[in-house]
Every structure is written in structure tokens, then in C-alpha cells.
């Protein structure tokens, strides 16, 4: 555990949505999160860097348990993640979730896509998933794609459908695994463009990234992280001024 | 050198055979001592025992109601080629049509005179015995896979015992151990009909093949999609309903197709623990010693009968899997 990890959040006004406790991984051997800490309060942007390797995607998945932590708890919005399956769904309803592969579901049209999830979880009529899924679409600019499959659409396109997705069920907290590392260059701003709106729009969020423009003008904090452990966490300015950390300060020096 | 040995052979035997079939063939005639006379073939066994060939000892005059399973079966396995009529309601529908054919078979219902099922057979039998199979054996196969993959231990070990040792035994030592040990355990009085303990036999065993099928299916399904459907609160049956299964058995339903084709000519085993299909229909046909000569035509035509019904299917099979490598996403 480092000293400065969950610092930074307490000046923010919101109330903690998201809390990392201590918490502990380990794939076999090999420890995969070390003492990890972080708060992330209500409206405020978390962007996560670090080499690969780093633990920044496992942690991201321990928050909606698509991996288990071992030791050290976790917090969403008040609920504590445990070995509970109805637990286990409830928190992940509040949580949208992007991944870098898309994985939007190829067999159903980019409309299905998005209905799915309100339709079977929350149980909303059909027609109204689908005024709701427009709704969506228009918001990440591809309303005219509703009725082709993932597999016709570009991977910048493809993102966007699972971003909006992902939003469907009015998360509290949306997270991103790294969203445009499987896009070609010139896909990239089309997807961060509408990040950068939902961050506007106050969305919580934790994005795990390499695109530093995008973590200089929307996070609030930047998370890096090396070895399983966070090993500095700051705001934009001080992070990339006069980082603390050699480890942070090598890193930064080779990406940027 | 070969082909040239290939074209000699058929040149030599292709006259003789179209001669003795449709040259010197006896088409039609009620007694079978026209038959001795002519040097060709005797076809009119089939128009003289076709009843009893199709039918087997089901009552004469109610061979219509196998007429209409027979149709009913026919008209929805052509429906159910239409991917658009593709979705589980399509499987209700069959569970529906193969209860409604039993019954009709069956009688005792709707003013039908009631037929027992040791009076059963031919075609008709055929048919239900095979619908039952793939109707029956195709959801427990996919419950098999899926217990197959279960982070539970007991359900894991079920699974993998029953399929293991389904696939570890013929398919006639099922059927013997169905029909003959089965009643040795039940308690005193209670008896399983023949019909129905040969039709569980089968659908285990189709079962224990399908499974594994299927399971190749759900391997080749990313993890990235389990976790997608995961991520947006889906539950476990959810999930492999809407998400899993969908994409899996679209991969695999070409390999299905091939079992399923096996599944129709494994019924022919059946006349063995004394059902009579339509194979073995045939053979009670023959037993009549003034057509028990004509035995060869009498087979010949079943062999096209069963042909016909696996030719179609394999060809439709082969359709499937060009039209699914095609588009698959669509």
C-alpha cells in the first residue's frame, strides 16, 4: 500500500461510490494485486495506466467480479461484493462495462444487442428497450447501424455499440478496459469523442488506457500502477509535472 | 488402368441389372406364380405386401392414421429447414407434434379406436421412434454439456459418468439392457412399455453422442462473450440461453445433422428387441412363403426408402454448413 494512493479522491465532493480495500490477487503463484486501495467518489474519472501486466485490467474486472479477489474487500454504491450470486448480479447492474475485444454478441443485430439486457434484467417492455436503445445510439452516433450485425459495423463502430450497450442500464459506474487498443489510429478519437461527452455528462468513471491526451483532459485522478500494486495515484497536473515515483516517472518517459 | 477396370465391370453387370429391373421386371400382378415365370424382377411384391411392409400389424383399417403421423413428421421436419422458423418455440412445436403422433397412433382419444403399441410398426413406427430420439435426446445433450462444464463437482462427475458410459457400450446393449434388465428393477407390477423403455435407450444414447458435439460448441465460444453477458447482469440461464447456446449450436449443427442421420438408422435396431420398424416389417412381410422369394426387391425398396430420407437430410446438412460458413453473423 502506498501513501498516496487514496489521497487525492478526498478532495473531491462526492461521496465514494467505489472502494478497494487492501484488497489481494493471486493467479496460482504469481501475486496479481498487492495491498491495492482506491476510492472513487460519485462523477469523478479514474484513469488506470501502467505496463502490461501491471494488474490495471485485473483490478477493473475484481469491481464487477469477472475475476474473484482473494483477500480484502470491495465496495459498490454501499454493497460489499461477496460470494453471493444475487449480490454478484445487483452490483453488476450498477456497472457498465467496455472491454478492449468489444465482445458485443454477434449473433443479434446491434438493436438486440442493446435491448437484451434491459429486457431480460430490469424487465422493461420491448418497444420501450427499443425507444430507449435509439435513444443510445443517436448518443454515440450510429443510429443508422440499428438494424446490421456487429460483424458489418467497424471496430470503431463496434465500441460504440458496446458503449452504448454497456449504458442501457443506467449504470452509476462505468468501467473501460483499455476501449481502443484492438482500433486502428484512426478509429481512436471516434470512440474517446464519445467518452469525453459521457465524462462531461458526470458519468463515474474508470478507464484502464494508454491514450494520455484523453487521461490529461478528463481524469480527475491517474492511477499507475507496476507489479500489482499502485504506485502513485494523482491529478493530471501534478502526475505528469513532477511525478514521484522513478517507477511512474520511467513509464511516463517511455510513452509519452 | 483402374478406371478402365471400373468402366468394364459396370459395362458388364449395368445391362444385365437394367434388364432384370426394368426389362424383364414384373410390375403388377396378385399372384406370385407369374413372378416364377418372368426372368426379371418381381416389384410386385411391393404393391402386393406395401401395407405390411409400412404398416407392420398396426389394424388394416387404420393405417390412414399412420398415413397422417407420417405426414405430420414429413411437413414439419420441411418447415423446420426454414432458418426463420429457427427458435426454441420451433422445439415446442416438435415436443407438441411428437405427443399429438403418438396419440393419433395410440388412439383411445377423439372417438379413435385405441391400438396398443405391440401392434405398432412400419414407417409410422420408424418415424416416432426417430422424432422421439432427437426430440427427446436433444435437450438432454445439451444439458449434458453443460453439466459437463460445471464449476459444480457432483454435477460434473454425473455428466461425464453417464456420457462416458453411454458411449462406452453399443448401441444394442442399450437396447437390451432397456428392454430386458430395466423391468428387473423396477418393483413388482410395474412395467415400462417395450416402446417407450426402447425409445429411452435410444435418446440416452443419442444423448451421450450429441452432448459432446455440443460441447465442442460452447469451447469455441470466447470467454469474452460469457463475460459481456455477464457484465450487463444476465443470469446463468440467461445467459446460456440467449447468448451461449445460440452461437454454439449454429457451429455445431452441421456435426449434429450427422448424428441426427444416425440417430434414423439406428431405429432399424429396434426390431431386434421385437419392435417392428419398418426393416423389420419387411421381414415379417417376407415370412409369407409365396413372396419369401422376392425378398431382394422387397429389400431394394426399403434401401431406396431409407436412402431417400438420409440422402435429403445430408444433403440439407451440406446446404446448412456452406450457408452458415458464409455468413457467420448473420
Not at chain 1, 495506466?49 to 454504491?77: A, Y
Not at chain 2, 428392454?179 to 413388482?188: C, H, I, R
Not at chain 2, 412399455?193 to 465442442?216: C, D, P, Q, S, T
Request: charged content about 20%; aromatic content about 10%; hydrophobic content about 50%.
Amino acid at each position: 500500500m502506498t501513501p498516496t494512493a487514496g489521497k487525492p479522491t478526498q478532495k473531491n465532493a462526492g461521496d465514494p461510490i467505489i472502494e478497494l480495500r487492501d484488497v489481494n490477487k493471486w493467479y496460482g503463484d504469481f501475486h496479481a494485486l498487492r495491498d491495492v486501495n482506491l476510492t472513487v467518489g460519485r462523477g469523478e474519472k479514474v484513469v488506470v495506466c501502467g505496463p502490461s501486466g501491471s494488474g490495471k485490467s485485473t483490478m477493473i474486472r475484481c469491481i464487477n467480479r469477472l475475476e474473484v479477489h482473494q483477500e480484502g474487500r470491495i465496495f459498490v454504491d454501499g454493497m460489499e461484493m461477496v460470494p453471493d450470486v444475487r449480490k454478484i448480479e445487483a452490483i453488476r447492474r450498477q456497472i457498465g462495462m467496455v472491454f478492449q475485444s468489444f465482445n458485443l454478441f454477434p449473433h443479434l443485430t446491434v438493436i438486440d444487442n442493446l435491448t437484451l439486457g434491459p429486457v431480460l434484467v430490469q424487465e422493461i417492455p420491448q418497444d420501450a428497450a427499443e425507444a430507449q436503445a435509439m435513444e443510445m445510439l443517436e448518443r454515440v452516433k450510429i443510429p443508422e447501424q440499428a438494424k446490421k450485425y456487429p460483424g458489418q459495423l467497424s471496430g470503431g463502430q463496434q465500441q460504440r455499440v458496446a458503449i452504448a450497450r454497456a449504458l442501457m442500464l443506467k449504470p452509476k459506474v462505468m468501467l473501460f478496459d483499455e476501449p481502443t487498443s484492438a482500433l486502428d489510429p484512426e478509429m481512436i478519437a471516434e470512440v474517446l469523442d464519445v467518452m469525453i461527452e459521457l465524462a462531461d455528462e458526470g458519468m463515474t468513471m474508470i478507464v484502464v488506457t494508454h491514450e494520455m491526451g484523453f487521461a490529461r483532459k478528463v481524469a480527475d485522478l491517474i492511477v499507475f500502477m507496476d507489479d500489482g500494486e499502485i504506485v502513485e495515484a494523482a491529478s493530471p497536473g501534478p502526475f505528469f509535472a513532477n511525478p514521484e515515483n522513478d517507477r511512474t516517472k520511467l513509464f511516463l518517459s517511455q510513452i509519452l | 488402368m483402374l478406371t478402365l477396370l471400373a468402366m468394364w465391370a459396370l459395362f458388364v453387370t449395368i445391362p444385365d441389372f437394367i434388364s432384370w429391373a426394368f426389362i424383364n421386371a414384373v410390375w403388377q400382378t396378385d399372384d406370385s406364380k407369374d413372378c416364377q415365370v418372368a426372368a426379371g424382377a418381381c416389384w410386385a411384391v411391393i404393391t402386393e405386401k406395401h401395407r405390411v411392409m409400412l404398416f407392420g400389424t398396426f389394424p388394416y383399417d387404420e393405417h390412414w392414421r399412420g398415413v397422417l403421423a407420417i405426414a405430420i413428421i414429413i411437413i414439419l421436419a420441411v418447415i423446420s429447414g426454414f432458418k426463420r422458423f429457427w427458435s426454441y418455440r420451433l422445439f415446442l412445436v416438435w415436443l407438441v407434434a411428437t405427443a399429438l403422433v403418438f396419440l393419433l397412433l395410440l388412439g383411445g382419444v377423439f372417438g379413435l379406436k385405441p391400438i396398443g403399441t405391440y401392434q405398432w410398426g412400419g414407417l409410422p413406427l420408424t418415424l416416432l421412434l426417430f422424432v422421439g430420439t432427437v426430440v427427446g435426446g436433444m435437450p438432454l445433450a445439451v444439458l449434458l454439456a453443460l453439466g459437463r462444464r460445471s464449476s459444480l463437482p457432483a454435477i460434473k462427475a454425473l455428466c461425464i459418468g453417464f456420457i462416458e458410459i453411454i458411449r462406452g457400450v453399443p448401441l444394442i446393449t442399450v437396447l437390451f439392457m432397456a428392454s430386458l434388465m430395466f423391468p428387473l428393477f423396477m418393483p413388482e407390477g410395474v412395467t415400462i412399455n417395450k416402446l417407450l423403455r426402447a425409445e429411452i435407450g435410444m435418446i440416452m444414447f443419442f444423448a451421450a453422442y450429441a452432448a459432446e458435439i455440443v460441447r465442442g460448441g460452447l469451447q469455441a465460444i470466447s470467454l469474452g462473450q460469457y463475460e459481456a453477458a455477464e457484465a450487463i447482469g444476465l443470469s446463468y440461464w440467461q445467459k446460456t440461453n440467449r447468448i451461449i447456446l445460440p452461437q454454439a449450436l449454429r457451429i455445431v449443427l452441421p456435426a449434429l445433422m450427422s448424428d441426427v442421420i444416425r440417430a434414423f438408422k439406428n431405429t432399424t435396431f429396434v426390431s431386434i428387441i421385437g419392435l417392428f420398424d419398418v426393416l423389420g416389417a419387411t421381414a415379417t412381410a417376407l415370412e409369407d412363403l409365396l413372396w419369401v422369394r422376392y425378398a431382394l426387391e422387397a429389400y431394394i425398396f426399403i434401401f431406396i426408402l431409407y436412402f431417400v430420407f438420409c440422402f435429403s437430410m445430408s444433403k440439407y446438412s451440406a446446404h446448412l454448413e456452406r450457408d452458415l460458413s458464409e455468413g457467420r453473423n448473420l
